[in-house]
């Protein structure tokens, strides 16, 4: 089962496109402004989106640029059809582009699609001498397996699924020891330090001046 988030400012639409993807075993969201989809990806994180070009406040090409660094496959469903908007989407690195109308039997297989092809390419990270196969939750440096805490992977995993962007202390803490966790920041920072120590990671995990951290990757 995958989050779906639906970004399209036509009801119909939208609420059409998530009755289809619950039918077929996901989680459904909708959005229907651009202007309120960063803030639902910061919040909760989609497997895929489903994204709208022309939207009220930002536009989806404009949207994709902020998206594509996160790694999240994106399909846009739109009713620009000409090929250079094509073009221009899978460009931006859309994972594929739908013209209206469509039927809705090809938009949920070619999600499908896509979640298949996106789980393959992310079982297993890789950075440097570094690999994590987070399916077996195994991280190997030069080849000899490092053992991390439960938690230490918890919080590497968070970091390898929002590569590149930056997230706060109190957003890494809700996300790996969870809502009801009583301790405090300081303890993100202790398991950072402990990360960066055992899998030398220092230069990879970037201290975020007055926020937290980011995890940096070449793009």
Not at 175 to 194: E, K, P, S
């Amino acid at each position: 089962m995958a989050s779906i988030l639906i970004v399209e400012d036509e009801i119909a639409i939208a609420e059409l496109v998530a009755i289809h993807a619950k039918i077929a075993g996901h989680q459904a969201s909708i959005i229907h402004s651009g202007n309120d989809v960063m803030d639902s990806i910061r919040e909760k994180r989609p497997d895929l989106i489903v994204l709208d070009v022309m939207l009220p406040g930002q536009d989806g090409f404009s949207l994709m640029r902020h998206i594509e660094p996160m790694g999240i496959p994106v399909i846009f469903l739109t009713a620009k059809d000409h090929l250079e908007d094509k073009i221009s989407g899978l460009k931006l690195g859309a994972d594929d582009y739908i013209v209206k109308p469509f039927a809705v039997i090809e938009l949920i297989t070619r999600i499908e699609t896509v979640l298949r092809r996106y789980k393959a390419n992310t079982d297993k990270f890789v950075l440097g001498n570094l690999e994590v196969r987070l399916e077996e939750r195994v991280v190997t440096l030069n080849g000899q397996e490092v053992e991390l805490t439960h938690r230490e992977f918890d919080l590497l995993q968070i970091l390898i699924n929002n590569k590149n962007l930056a997230l706060s202390r109190e957003k890494l803490l809700e996300l790996a020891w969870g809502y009801d966790y009583t301790g405090d920041t300081r303890t993100v920072d202790v398991h950072i330090q402990r990360l960066r120590k055992k899998l030398n990671m220092n230069d990879s995990i970037k201290t975020v001046y007055k926020l937290g951290y980011r995890l940096e990757v070449p793009r």
